[in-house]
């Protein structure tokens, strides 16, 4: 049993001593993949939804206990006090559910809506710095989306301490504006940080409306980060330079090995140099490829990142459900689909991503970063900057995924460890 604080409600610090316990183990230089392996399978797991919200309900209503032995019906009780309290229906629309009901699923579920946190914040009485915190940590989403004039009225309402009456009122009035013309494009091309900034010089109910009236606009329009895609975009190109990089030093390496065997055997054969022949590779060496970042395709950034996953029999990888870390690295795949459908914006960019991302351009600088704990900690530092400037909020080592790129990136061969990993999880068990 590791030790825990609060009843083994810190998940936090639950998941750094379970990371401290692998890395720092003896054996972790030889066996690091293994040790990391046997840690996600057995210690790090994904925390559901429903025990975020039992830790909050239990550390605001001060409960004595464990937190996770307290019955389900009394957490719901409070929840339906709460909501009382604060003039909080059981749905933000219209609907035959009761909250008995539904706050029964809140509590049991892996995973929620996005909406439902929302509808917490009011029943519960919540801060912003709560509701971002159920987002990022319960959710795994991005904070509170300034370009959404639903979660900016939300928001306004968290921060004022308004009750659910005062935002249907100012819903209401939102829905009562015209549409604009502003082309959209525009309107929503700004920064996250830049649209959170905007949203700070809010004060009133009637800048506010004045506010979300440039957001309104006739057309449909995407609400995605443009903050995030800026990041990817830029962590994408260097991946792709590297990779040119590690082409062109394969390239490299095999004429070597081509004149070099050839040299072998003249001698080796006790024959006269032939300087002809010699002449010939010595040309096709001057003449090989030399690849560009344009030369790099999604596919190329598959077969690197997740070079460990088993391929079918037409070339494509797997399904994750057969990986034994799947519940860990659902949705986590770096595949070329993936990378596709967010290079003609059929997907939004995630944190997941950027993490990967942000971790293999690391591990492939191993020369600049020779020290795994300096590295570690220029690592961390890098990715939480791009992260909280998408308003996702940084690394979160509770996630078994963000944790196990941090331990791969406290190995020699960060990129060799993540590949060992996942290719023990697929490996058949015996």
Not at 115 to 130: E, I, P, Q, R
Request: glycine letters at 4%; proline letters at 3%.
């Amino acid at each position: 049993m590791f030790p825990t604080s609060d009843n083994g409600i810190d998940f936090t610090e639950i998941a750094y001593d379970s990371m401290y316990d692998v890395v720092d183990d003896s054996s972790f230089r030889e066996k690091d993949a293994e040790l990391i392996y046997k840690a996600l399978e057995s210690r790090l797991k994904m925390i559901p939804f429903g025990n975020y919200l039992k830790r909050y309900i239990y550390k605001k209503a001060g409960l004595d206990g464990k937190y996770d032995e307290i019955p389900i019906k009394d957490y719901q009780l409070i929840i339906r006090e709460a909501f009382s309290d604060n003039h909080t229906p059981a749905s933000f629309v219209p609907s035959s559910s009761k909250l008995s009901a539904l706050s029964k699923n809140w509590l049991t579920q892996k995973t929620v809506k996005r909406n439902v946190v929302f509808l917490l914040g009011f029943g519960l009485n919540m801060s912003v710095d709560d509701v971002n915190a159920f987002l990022t940590k319960a959710l795994r989403e991005p904070k509170i989306n300034f370009k959404d004039p639903f979660e900016i009225i939300c928001w306004y309402c968290y921060k004022n301490s308004y009750n659910y009456l005062k935002f249907e009122k100012l819903w209401q009035s939102y829905l009562d504006i015209p549409a604009g013309t502003m082309n959209p494009t525009v309107v929503y091309s700004d920064s996250t940080i830049g649209f959170r900034t905007s949203a700070q010089s809010i004060q009133d109910d009637l800048t506010l409306l004045s506010h979300l009236s440039k957001l309104k606009t006739r057309d449909n329009i995407s609400r995605v980060s443009a903050s995030a895609r800026k990041h990817f975009d830029i962590l994408y190109e260097q991946a792709r330079d590297i990779i040119a990089g590690i082409y062109n030093k394969i390239e490299d390496e095999e004429n070597l090995l081509s004149l070099e065997a050839y040299r072998d055997r003249l001698s080796n054969n006790d024959r006269l140099f032939d300087s002809e022949k010699l002449s010939r590779i010595q040309a096709k060496r001057a003449d090989r490829r030399t690849y560009s970042r344009d030369d790099i395709s999604p596919s190329d950034i598959e077969h690197i990142i997740c070079s460990a996953v088993p391929l079918d029999k037409h070339g494509n990888l797997v399904p994750g459900k057969m990986s034994k870390l799947n519940e860990h690295f659902n949705g986590k795949r770096f595949s070329r689909q993936r990378i596709n459908d967010i290079l003609i914006n059929q997907a939004e960019v995630e944190r997941f991503d950027l993490i990967t991302l942000n971790f293999f351009i690391f591990s492939q600088k191993l020369e600049e970063h020779p020290n795994n704990r300096a590295r570690f900690i220029l690592f961390e530092d890098s990715t939480n900057q791009i992260l909280d400037s998408c308003g996702m909020g940084g690394l979160y080592i509770s996630n078994p995924y963000e944790c196990f790129v941090m331990m791969c990136v406290l190995c020699d061969d960060p990129l060799g460890t993540y590949a060992d990993v996942c290719e023990i999880s697929y490996e058949t068990e015996t």
